[in-house]
């Protein structure tokens, strides 16, 4: 299997900046596999310490906190030597013993030689907590579900090739475009967890990636309850369990009031934060204004939030794989068509997509900061362009550049781009 990721930390290796490396994900994004390929590929040798198998590990940090000791007797217990440069260390799991994920600081301190990446369950969660995340010693990268180009990767090798050498001017012929819609149609209903990819490439059983991304849906639920204290896990739950019904609604701007009657921001805040630092769920905010940087402009009690993963999404929606693949219109096609786009944008820029909205001139789906432009995104599930309000803020903001995503051919006039659907995650 393919990851993109593979490219950035190797990348790390190479860099005399290098930190620590933490990767930060939700559950089942492929952290694990990650890091094994890597230091498999690589390095000489690859030395993994799971402190979720092997809880007593966790007492050698616990003991000292030099990180030659450390290493010195994690060598000992693998029965070999540990060498910097030469060897990778890995932490998997390391949410089991924040002793470890703070000696990441003494190592990047006193002992940078040795090569460690570490990952664990919820991470993200952690960045706020000074004791348990040495900010600022480590570098972060953050792990997504797998994107369509990964995705083409893997179950169709020829047109992921094909795909990779797209651009805004490229002509498509036909035959192509068609093979290419109907390999997005097969992405919106398997969606980009590496488990649902792989049984998909493997076996071609759509029944049998339902089943994976049920049992996925019920791990998120088990985290949620399971790793919860300082925050109520039943507020938690009640805004996971409640997104499909936003984004069912014609604005999806998140209401609280929608969830529950009566409920309020300062009741639901935490919860939503842990879900979007968890890497479950995506937020954007309303930007005010298209200019840069996009983040000083985010009205903050007006946002949306989509889930990680399309595939995820689509299997809580109840839509039929039949609906997609045949490609039907239904009544909640539009929000998933554009959690599909947000899930390959998010990856390709510097900044956090943001969607624009003003009660004059409508809607506009996503903005995103393209360096020290603004470049704004137009999302339509099926053939038609019709987007004034997309017009009206090129219009506004003397945009030189748009994307209009839809299910047409591709065709460029001066201003905009219109792409279709399976270019998402290009940089046009």
């Known amino acids: 299997m393919y990851r993109e990721a593979l490219e950035e930390l190797i990348q790390w290796k190479k860099s005399s900046r290098r930190k620590p490396m933490v990767l930060i994900g939700a559950r089942q994004t492929g952290k694990t596999w990650l890091m094994e390929e890597f230091g498999k590929t690589y390095y000489e040798v690859a030395f993994v310490f799971n402190f979720d198998k092997e809880p007593e590990y966790a007492s050698v940090f616990k003991a000292d906190k030099k990180p030659v000791e450390i290493i010195k007797k994690l060598g000992m217990l693998a029965g070999k030597k540990i060498l910097p440069e030469k060897h990778l260390i890995i932490f998997d799991?390391?949410?089991?013993?924040?002793?470890?994920?703070?000696?990441?600081?003494?190592?990047?301190?006193?002992?940078?030689?040795?090569?460690?990446?570490?990952?664990?369950?919820?991470?993200?969660?952690?960045?706020?907590?000074?004791?348990?995340?040495?900010?600022?010693?480590?570098?972060?990268?953050?792990?997504?579900?797998?994107?369509?180009?990964?995705?083409?990767?893997?179950?169709?090798?020829?047109?992921?090739?094909?795909?990779?050498?797209?651009?805004?001017?490229?002509?498509i012929e036909e035959v192509f475009h068609n093979k290419l819609l109907n390999l997005y149609h097969e992405y919106l209903v398997v969606g980009g967890m590496p488990e649902c990819v792989k049984s998909w490439s493997e076996?071609?059983?759509?029944?049998?990636?339902?089943?994976?991304?049920?049992?996925?849906?019920?791990?998120?639920?088990?985290?949620?309850?399971?790793?919860?204290?300082?925050?109520?896990?039943?507020?938690?739950?009640?805004?996971?369990?409640?997104?499909?019904?936003?984004?069912?609604?014609?604005?999806?701007?998140?209401?609280?009031?929608?969830?529950?009657?009566?409920?309020?921001?300062?009741?639901?805040?935490?919860?939503?934060?842990?879900?979007?630092?968890?890497?479950?769920?995506?937020?954007?905010y309303n930007a005010k204004k298209a200019i840069h940087p996009l983040s000083a402009y985010d009205e903050l009690s007006s946002f949306k939030l989509y889930m990680m993963d399309t595939g995820l999404l689509k299997k809580r929606a109840s839509v039929s794989n039949e609906a997609i693949l045949l490609n039907k219109d239904f009544s909640f096609k539009g929000a998933l068509v554009e959690n599909y786009v947000l899930q390959q944008t998010i990856q390709i820029y510097d900044d956090v997509p943001r969607y624009h909205s003003t009660s004059a001139r409508g809607e506009l789906d996503f903005v995103v900061q393209d360096g020290m432009e603004i470049l704004p995104i137009e999302v339509k599930a099926g053939t038609s362009l019709g987007a004034t309000s997309l017009s009206n803020f090129i219009q506004k903001n003397n945009i030189q550049k748009a994307i209009k995503f839809s299910e047409n051919p591709l065709k460029r006039n001066e201003v905009v781009i219109n792409a279709p659907l399976y270019m998402a995650g290009l940089k046009l």
């Open 93 to 171: 799991e390391i949410q089991q013993c924040p002793e470890a994920l703070n000696s990441l600081k003494y190592f990047y301190e006193d002992a940078n030689e040795y090569h460690i990446i570490v990952a664990g369950s919820l991470l993200g969660t952690y960045l706020s907590d000074e004791y348990a995340f040495p900010v600022g010693k480590v570098n972060l990268l953050k792990i997504y579900p797998m994107t369509f180009s990964e995705f083409l990767k893997e179950v169709d090798s020829s047109m992921y090739e094909y795909r990779n050498l797209l651009t805004a001017d490229s002509s």
């Open 203 to 284: 076996d071609k059983d759509i029944a049998e990636v339902g089943h994976i991304q049920d049992e996925l849906s019920i791990l998120y639920e088990h985290d949620i309850t399971k790793h919860n204290k300082k925050i109520n896990a039943a507020k938690i739950l009640l805004v996971y369990r409640n997104i499909v019904g936003q984004l069912a609604k014609e604005n999806k701007k998140f209401i609280y009031g929608a969830m529950k009657p009566g409920a309020r921001a300062r009741e639901y805040e935490d919860a939503i934060e842990w879900l979007v630092s968890a890497g479950i769920v995506y937020r954007i």
